[in-house]
Each structure stands twice: as C-alpha cells, then as structure tokens.
C-alpha cells in the first residue's frame, strides 16, 4: 500500500507539473528603452571658463552611437577645419585642429546625432558650450525662417550672425555665430554678448559659411538685431533667390533647321544681336521666342536661305559682365550645326532631300478643354509650331449649331511675347453648341507652308454649374496681383488690381481652392525677388488663412462665396 500511494502520489504532482511546461512564453524582456543618453561628465565642464585645450570629451551615462555627425555638428562661431570625432563606448572624443580664439564663447550646436547604442534613442538639439576667457555669454537669439514666396518653413538654412556692419560680409567674413533651422524653419543662436548683430540667412550649398549669389538663397534682416531686445525670440526671415550677378552666354544649340536656341546665366542685359558672319547687314532674319524667365531663347529663322544651311557662322554681340560685375561689350563667334542624314543614302534609301521635299501642312494646338466647354471672354489660345507670317481671319469661323447662325470673325490678337500664340475672346451663350473651324490658309508660315484643317467642336459653360468666389480686398499699397489656386497650390487663375476694390473670380468649378496675394509694390503686375546688396526685401506675399478651414476654400455649385481680407 505504502508502495501504490507513492506511485500515486508521483502521477498527481507530474499531472499538476504539467500545464505549466506544456505553453513556452518568451520572455517580455520590460518595457522598451525610450531614454536618450544623459551628459555625466565632461573635458571642459559644461559651460567652463578660460579652456584652452585641444581635445574635447564627452561622457555618457550608457553607450552611445553616433550618426551623421560630421554632417550635423554645427561650431559656432565656426572652425575652417571641423573637429575629428572618436567614439569609445560611453565617450565621445572631439579633436580640435584649429586654435581657439581667445575671450570667445563657443558653442557646439549636435542636433540629434548622438545617440543611445540600443534604441537609436537621440539627444533632441544637444549643444554643448565653454568660453576660452573668464566669462560666458547666455543670450540667445530665436525665429522662423520661410520662403519668400510659398511661404513654407525652410529647413537647414544657415542663420549667421556678424558684430560688424559692412554688407559685403557674408560674400567675404566668416559669421562669429551660426545656427541651422530645424523643419519648421525654427533656429535658436544661443550664448551671444548684449549687443547689436547684423543677421543673415543662406542655404549653405557647399558648406563654406559665404554667400554664393546667384546659386544660393539668401534672407536677412535690415535693421540691426540685439539678443537685450524684448522682441529677440521673433525673428521673422523670408529667404529669395537672386538673379545671377554675372551676365554670360551659357549654351546655344540648333536642334532643328529652322530653330536656334542661345542661353544667357540671367535674361539679357542691354539685349543682342546674331548675324551671319557673311551677310552681316541682313535684318529681321530670325524672330524671337523668351522661356518665361527670360534667360533661354528660341531663335526662328524665317529666311529660307538661312535656314536651308547646314552650318551657320554667326557673330553673336551682346553685354558681358566683368570681373568687377561691369556690363561690357563681348563679340563671341558661334558655329551652329544641324545635323541631317546623308543626302547620298537617303537617296538610296528612296528618301528626298529634305530642302526639295515638298512643303506639308502644319498642326495648329488650341486651348480647348476635354469636357469641351467654353467660358465666356476667357482667352481661347491657338498656338502654331512656328511664327506665322500672315493670317486669314476669313478661313476661321465659328457656326452656333443650336441655332444654325453664322458668328462673327473672330479678331486674333498676338501674344506680346510668344510671337507662337494668337487669342481670341467671344461671349459663348450658356448651353449653346458651337462648331469651329480653321481652314488651310488662315495661317502661313514665313516659308509658305500653311496650316492643316482645324475642327472643333465646343458648348458655352451653364453658370449654373459653377461657383463665384468674391474678395472684398483692402489694405492696397499700390496694386495687389490676386491668384486663385487649386487646394495642391497650382495656379487656377490670376486677378491685378490697382487700390482697394472686390476682386472676382467666376465660372470656378466645384472645389476647394486657396487664395494667394502679392504685394505688388512696383506695380509690374508680378512677384519680384529681393536683393540683398541694395536692402531690397522680396515684394510680400500673403495666403489666406481661416483658423476654421486652414485656408481652403470650399466653392459649391450656382453659390456666391464671399471674403473680406486686407492686405496689411
């Protein structure tokens, strides 16, 4: 019995033992570590006095990482050569290969490139300082850099701040301090002294503290800043890039026979002009054709025997800068190619030589939209492959199908700058069905080739089924140029007025739209860049903005919408 009640007895515990071996649970190992590293100990000490050493260490509470480092450490005020860093465990070493400057303050701006080994955890704008004299500056300096024009938050512009005056300073000095902006466009410059500093800010392409105009963007502020200020935690920077200050041909080409194009570092300067080296007293041989910035040209020869050359030298004369930014008179010697296939195998290949072949028709592009409604007195565009050299206003009609009439010619105006585009506007009926066309011979280019027949078929817009939107403007200085744009920030359409007045947009589609306006205080009908050697800010531009609708504005069918906004 003894012997049955301790075999029993070993079933039971075995049976009682079991469910607790049969699950396997991994451990959970605790909570996850979401602690960066803490500073415990440092070589200087933590704001220090009278350092003159070399080598800077940095002690941590637990091992650490370090990433992108030589990118993210910011000196200021800054060194030419950057430190060398040495991690070792819980230490990070900072070797310094210049000399310090005496009675200076600096400060070691990290970002979040130290962290902790395990969980990558980041110390969040770590900055670490000392002073090579007997005392240490505390002020600080703090704003927000934007972009002048789209008004967005830019991030790592580099904040400089100089203790002299003299304009040229951020083409030709080294800042005494700097700071990066974060993604908001937020920067704080921290231990500065209690006085007056002169504030620029540039987007640092290559990382050598200077202003490079032209390639790099700049901001500043006019007036002089003083971290003893009430207002020095509001600094408010719009950043603009300037035009080029040097004025050179960049590239010229041919990449058709009847078509050059030449490319300027900045629209031209006191104009040009390209003649052929052996017929230098030939004029209007070419017609002119500026991109929208003005600094790249399409050139349209319209002189047959021109362009029927496969090679044409050329004296381009036109203004070049010098090297003490002086506009000069240059004569450049431009060779253009245009190459085509052998005539001899394309002859064999039953091809025609392409000066013998014999004219054909060209396409003409329009402005019609696919849903093929047409808004009354909106600009129709039609738009030629060349410049045209007459036009036949009969051979364009347009016919109301709805009630079989006969319009009235159309009168085409010229673009003033794409000599390409010709417009029209007509006061399309609501719900009415229209029938264009353009015949062959109402446009002829300059080497007698004429247009193919044009068909189009369109319906005046129901204004039933679109929106108004009305902004009760005040606030103008001069004039305000107003631009309606989709919820993404594509322009939709374009409004200028001179002084306070309502500005309206209609026939909008259904949407949801911004607004954008411009300070238009030249009164050029367009936004215009700073300049920063004159102390010109960039012109104003201003979003609507509404704490309930972030600035978005809902447009509903057959509905009038209405806003009142000022400009100042």
Sequence with gaps: MKRIFITVAALVLVILMFPRCAKVVSPTGGPKDTIPPVLVKSIPKLNATGFSGQKIVLEFDEFIQLKDLQQKLLVSPPLKSKPQPKQKGKKLELELIDTLKPNTTYTFYFSDAVRDNNEGNPIKNFIFSFSTGQTIDTLSLSGRVKNAFTDEAVENALVMLYDSFTDTLPYTTLPNHIAKTDKDGKFTLVNLKPIKYKLVVIDDKNGNYLYNQGTESIGFISNEVNPSDEKRNDINIKMFREELPIQIVTGYDRPERNLLTLSFSRKPVGGFSLKPIDWL?????????????????????????????????????????????????????????????????????????????????????????????????????????????????????????TDSIAEELVKLKADSLNPRIYRFTKDWKSNVNYKMTVLPGAFEDYFGQTNDTLTLEMIGADPEKYGVLKINLSGVNKSAVVELLSEKGAPVDTKTIKGNETVEFNYVKPGKYKLRFIDDSNGNGKWDSGNYMKQIQPERVIYFIDEKTKGVINIRANWDSVLQFSLK
């Excluded at 030298?313 to 245009?338: C, G």
């Excluded at 001899?344 to 592009?365: A, L, N, P």
């Excluded at 009969?394 to 199908?401: A, H, L, Q, R």
């Design 281 to 401: 007293k030939l004029m209007n041989w070419y017609v002119v054709e500026p991109d929208n910035n003005g600094d790249t040209l399409k050139l349209w020869i319209v002189n047959e025997e021109i362009a029927n050359r496969d090679t044409l030298m050329a004296i381009l004369e036109y203004q070049k800068t010098d090297s003490l930014y002086r506009l000069n008179p240059q004569t450049d010697t431009l060779r253009f190619l245009f190459y085509k296939e052998d005539v001899q195998q394309s002859r064999r290949k039953g091809k025609k030589d392409e000066k013998t072949e014999e004219k054909k028709g060209f396409t003409v592009s329009n402005s019609l939209a696919s849903d093929r409604v047409v808004i009354p007195n909106v600009p129709f565009e039609l738009t030629l492959p060349a410049p045209i050299k007459k036009v036949d206003l009969t051979k364009i009609s347009i016919f109301n199908v």
